[in-house]
């Protein structure tokens, strides 16, 4: 079955120290991959995306990430975090599988807490 | 403003009782989504449809429905069957395969 992994569960950092967030899936076909993010009390909100193109993707709030097609990776990075970026981050990945649009299948998510 | 409308925020349910889960868009989006998020889960497809009339299972409809009558309505039904109901269910809506997923606030629903 096709899956999406997340290597981490719970991520705890300092401030302005450099973040990694891992992502793998299981699927060998054309994909589209996502990167969203739930602060504490809102709704899920799209921090990046990936569909074709540059494999190294930019997305809002100084995030980027890469996708590495031979590793089925697109791990999230940001140099330097900042308190607000306290939140539960979840992998995505839109997966063709002959027409329909089958939904996203999501990872179990990393709860990012950032520390003063 | 367009968006995703999920009705109510929060829901408490008498065991045995069936509950419907209401979600509107206005961003003419064709397809639509039920996902159900636990702790330490991730978020789990229920159901989602891609066009009027028409729905499919996700990888975890046991015990729940669906309707999609109008391409702006997607009500979830949750039913006396489904056998731990008590979650946090996010409806969503993309404009077509693979494309960005937008998502309603979520309704929190707890069974008592």
């Known amino acids: 079955a096709q899956s999406v992994s997340q290597h981490n569960h719970h991520v705890i950092l300092s401030e302005a120290a450099s973040l990694e967030l891992g992502c793998n899936y299981s699927y060998g076909g054309t994909v589209n991959l996502f990167w969203y993010v739930q602060y504490p009390g809102q709704h899920l909100q799209l921090l990046l995306k990936?569909?074709?193109?540059?494999?190294l993707v930019k997305g809002i709030k100084g995030f980027e990430a890469e996708f590495i097609k031979s590793k089925f990776s697109f791990n999230l990075r940001k140099p330097s975090v900042q308190w607000s970026d306290t939140a539960e981050y979840f992998c995505a990945v839109s997966m063709y599988s002959g027409g329909g649009a089958d939904g996203l299948t999501f990872g179990k998510g990393t709860h990012l807490i950032i520390q003063p | 403003d367009g968006g995703i409308t999920q009705s109510p925020k929060y829901l408490f349910r008498k065991e045995g009782q069936n509950v419907t889960l209401s979600c509107e868009q206005n961003?003419?989006?064709?397809?639509m989504y039920w996902y159900r998020q636990d702790p330490g889960q991730g978020l789990r497809l229920i159901y989602y449809s891609q066009i009027v009339n028409d729905f499919q299972k996700g990888d975890i409809a046991e015990g729940y429905s669906v309707s999609r009558e109008k391409k702006e309505s997607f009500p979830l039904t949750v039913t006396s069957a489904q056998k731990n109901p008590t979650a946090f269910y996010l409806c969503?809506?993309?404009?077509?395969?693979?494309?960005?997923?937008?998502f309603g606030q979520g309704t929190r629903l707890t069974v008592v």
């Open positions: 990936y569909f074709s193109g540059d494999p």
């Open positions: 969503a809506s993309t404009s077509g395969q693979g494309t960005e997923a937008f």
């Open positions: 961003l003419n989006h064709d397809a």
